[in-house]
């Protein structure tokens, strides 16, 4: 069997690029092994099927027939007894499909039953504690009263938490 011939690399750029327009170039090949030429139906999966569903399903794989590009069937695995609620509502999930990508890729879903675990929720936000008097006699001498609200702010915000502070 004969290889095919290896394209040129890429360009090299030295300007920056944004993740954006990288992630579709390096995930593309994962993608396309499961069925899906564009990733924009998994990326875009909480939109199609909304949050309470999305929480519970993932899409596996998208399968055209032999030949042709549409018609397909969309495979979902989904949790628990979630499965009846998503097949009531398995037209409109196929209609945002189809619109989403742009033509009828989608016929038909096919639902499987498998574990997913849900994102984890985020915790309470905690309470600012009391702020020291050597904190507040320093925060009285600032004269400018947005400048003193920041600061105050900041902490505050520094007194709930532990260790150095977590850039996110």
Not at 60 to 87: F, H, N, Q, W, Y
Not at 93 to 119: C, F, H, K, S, T
Not at 122 to 127: D, E, H, L
Request: hydrophobic share 40%; no cysteine; charged share 25%.
């Amino acid at each position: 069997m004969a290889k095919k011939p290896e394209s040129p690399p890429p360009e090299r750029s030295r300007r920056p690029r944004r993740v954006a327009d990288l992630v579709p170039a390096i995930g593309g090949q994962a993608f396309r092994r499961f069925g899906f030429t564009q990733s924009v139906v998994v990326a875009r999966w909480a939109e199609i099927v909304g949050d309470r569903y999305a929480r519970h399903s993932r899409p596996e794989s998208l399968t055209m027939p032999r030949g042709k590009k549409d018609g397909g069937i969309l495979k979902v695995a989904v949790s628990g007894a979630l499965a009846p609620m998503l097949a009531h509502v398995e037209p409109q999930v196929i209609e945002r499909v189809n619109r989403l990508l742009g033509y009828n890729a989608v016929a038909r879903m096919q639902l499987r039953q498998a574990d997913i675990d849900p994102p984890a929720r985020r915790g309470a936000v905690p309470v600012p504690a009391e702020l020291s008097d050597e904190t507040r006699s320093t925060l009285r001498d600032i004269a400018d009263p947005d400048l003193r609200a920041s600061l105050q702010s900041l902490a505050e915000a520094l007194s709930t938490s532990r260790g150095p502070p977590i850039v996110r």
